[in-house]
Nanobody, 120 residues
C-alpha cells in the first residue's frame, strides 16, 4: 500500500504559477498527475517514471507544466506556469506500476486531491 499526500494548490491569477507536490510513502514504477473540473471526467495531465525520469504530458499542458521527481524524498512535483482559467480543477497525484499512463485505470494509488483555481 502506498500513501500519497498532495500539497501546493491554491488561488492564482491567470498567467501565474503554482507548484504542486506529492509525497509518496513507497515507490512504484511511475507517478502521475490527473485533474478533474466540476462536472467533467478526471483527465491525465502528466506522468514520470521514478527510474530514468521519463515524462509525458497531455497536449493541453505541454510547454506550460513540468513534472519532476526527487527520488531521495520520494516526492513528485508539478510546476505549473502560464496558468489559464481552464486549468481550474482538483489535481490528483497517482502512483502505478503500468507502462501505460494516460488512463486512470493504470494507477493503483491516489492522493486526496488539491484544488487549483485560476482567476481571469
Amino acid at each position: 500500500q502506498v500513501q500519497l499526500v498532495e500539497s501546493g494548490g491554491g488561488l492564482v491569477q491567470a498567467g501565474g504559477s503554482l507548484r504542486l507536490s506529492c509525497a509518496a510513502s513507497g515507490r512504484t514504477f511511475r507517478m502521475g498527475w490527473f485533474r478533474q473540473a466540476p462536472g467533467l471526467e478526471r483527465d491525465f495531465v502528466a506522468t514520470i517514471t521514478w527510474s530514468g525520469g521519463r515524462d509525458h504530458y497531455s497536449d493541453s499542458v505541454k510547454g506550460r507544466f513540468t513534472i519532476s521527481r526527487d527520488n531521495a524524498k520520494r516526492t513528485v512535483y508539478l510546476q505549473m506556469n502560464s496558468l489559464k482559467p481552464e486549468d481550474t480543477a482538483v489535481y490528483y497525484c497517482a502512483a502505478g506500476g503500468s507502462s501505460y499512463y494516460q488512463n486512470e485505470r493504470y494507477y493503483d494509488y491516489w492522493g486526496q486531491g488539491t484544488q487549483v483555481t485560476v482567476s481571469s
